[in-house]
Structure formats: C-alpha cells, structure tokens
C-alpha cells in the first residue's frame, strides 16, 4: 500500500480536507524544486502532486504548459524528476508524492531502460502514485497492476464531461483519489461553478469508493474552502505555480509555505466550524 490511502483515511476518521499542491518539477529553479516540496510539506500540504515536464501538455492551460515548457529548457526530464522525489525522500518520509503527467515521458523511459523500468525506479524513487492524462482506464490495466504490485496508485481525472460508464470504469480500476476536473477545459481556465461540483461529486461517490478530489479553478482561500465543503480534497495548480514563478530564488520556499498555511488554515475551519 502506498502512503496516499492511510493519509487520507487519517484525515477524513478526523473531519479534515486534503490539501493536494500540484507543481512543475524543475520550475521556476531547477535546484529549488526540492526545497519547495519540503516546504509545501511544512505549510500542509497532505500529498505533493509532481509535474513531469512535457512538450505538448494537452490539457494544460498556459501557466503550466510555460512552466512545462521552461522546465523543459533546463533540461529536467523524467529521471531528474524522479531524481527529485528521492532527495525528497532523504527529509520526509511521510508526505505522499504523485507524478503528474503525459504518458509519452513513461513509454520512451521504458523504451530506453527496459519494460517495467518506469514503475521499479519511481518505487526505489518513494513515488506513490501516478496520473497519466491520457491513459484511459481501458488501456492501462496492465499499468495499474504493476503499480498496484509496487504499492502505488493509479489516479484518473474525471470530468463534467464523463459518462456515467466512464466513471463506472474509473471506479473499478483507480486507487488513492480520483481528480475531478472542475472546468471544461484547461488548467486555469474559466470560472469555478461550487454548486455544479456540489451536484458531480455524489455522482462520482456512487460508483467511486476512493476519496474525490476536486481542482482546476481553484486559487484561494475562499475557493478551496468553498469546494472542500464538498469533496474530500482540494487540488491547487496553476495559482501555486504562478506564484512561484513570481518568487526570487530566496524566497520562492517560503512564498510556496505561506501559500501553503493560508489554504491549510481556511480547510481546517471546516473541521472546527470556524467558518
């Protein structure tokens, strides 16, 4: 078992929301991507979704296609992203981490180093889950088992568009969370609708037994509170990686931390009844 599902179970048996950071491996500074997860950690973050930078990030809006695309231009592909995840390793052994990303970095890794050699070095890594876009449930059967015998989850987006076969399907295969996609479209578009995802999630539920988290759209406080009312976790990008890119290289840790605490802070209030 990877550590996504004891996580997350110990925070819904204490009324809490999960707090899911997403940020793109080696963006804004390739030698920092550590230090911001370490310190995303330390802000509240719950689990730590890794982007692995790719040329043609389809469902990405252009905040996280530039971040991919400067990542890129540095030269982080997906052996220095898992190179991260195991530095990451050396100072938390508790937060959980899920790869973010495009199915062609893992095919051409498997290609170079072998079949399966993806799924054994994300595991030496201490990855514990995978989101591949555009890996439909109907064709990574055999990706899920390898990962499920590695002790890491496959996650699946869903969306506003998804039938109710697809969840059906998404639901028999997908482990740790499954990722709502709030929007019709790319990262960071568009207005989020709180009551559309009120109205989708227990659509999801009944056919999904693992946690539901919600992103896209989603860019502070009030917007993260406003949806963990309803999912079981919240899903922070494309205003995390605008931020971050906005940080001087001092400071780009603690930017991420205080980020961090902010959110925390407002899902905590659920809990608590504070708000």
Do not use: W
């Amino acid at each position: 078992m990877s550590r996504i599902a004891p996580t997350l179970q110990a925070l819904q048996a204490a009324g809490h929301k999960a707090l899911i950071p997403y940020i793109c491996a080696g963006d804004p500074y390739p030698d920092a991507t550590v230090e911001v997860m370490l310190a995303l950690a330390a802000g509240g973050a719950d689990v730590i979704e890794l982007g692995v930078p790719f040329s043609d990030p389809m469902a990405d809006g252009p905040v996280i296609q530039q971040a991919s695309e400067r990542a890129l231009a540095q030269g982080i592909g997906l052996a220095q992203v898992l190179g991260y995840v195991q530095a990451f390793r050396r100072s938390d052994k508790r937060t959980p981490v899920v790869l973010m990303g495009y199915a062609n970095p893992i095919e051409r890794y498997d290609q170079r180093h072998g079949a399966g050699s993806f799924v054994a070095a994300a595991r030496e890594a201490g990855v514990d889950g995978l989101l591949v876009v555009d890996y439909p449930p109907e064709e990574c059967e055999s990706l899920a088992a390898a990962l499920k015998q590695a002790d890491m989850d496959l996650i699946f987006l869903l969306a506003p568009t998804s039938t109710e076969h697809r969840i059906e399907e998404v639901g028999r295969i997908a482990s740790g969370y499954v990722y709502y996609v709030s929007l019709k479209g790319v990262t960071g578009a568009g207005h989020l609708d709180t009551s559309a995802v009120a109205e989708a999630v227990p659509r999801i539920r009944r056919h999904v037994k693992v946690p539901v988290g919600v992103g896209f759209g989603i860019r502070d406080a009030q917007t993260a509170q406003a949806v963990a009312r309803v999912a079981d976790a919240v899903v922070i990008g494309s205003r995390l990686v605008q931020l971050l890119h906005a940080q001087p290289r001092d400071t780009v840790a603690a930017a991420g931390q205080a980020f961090m605490a902010e959110i925390r802070t407002a899902l905590d209030a659920i809990a608590t009844g504070a708000s």
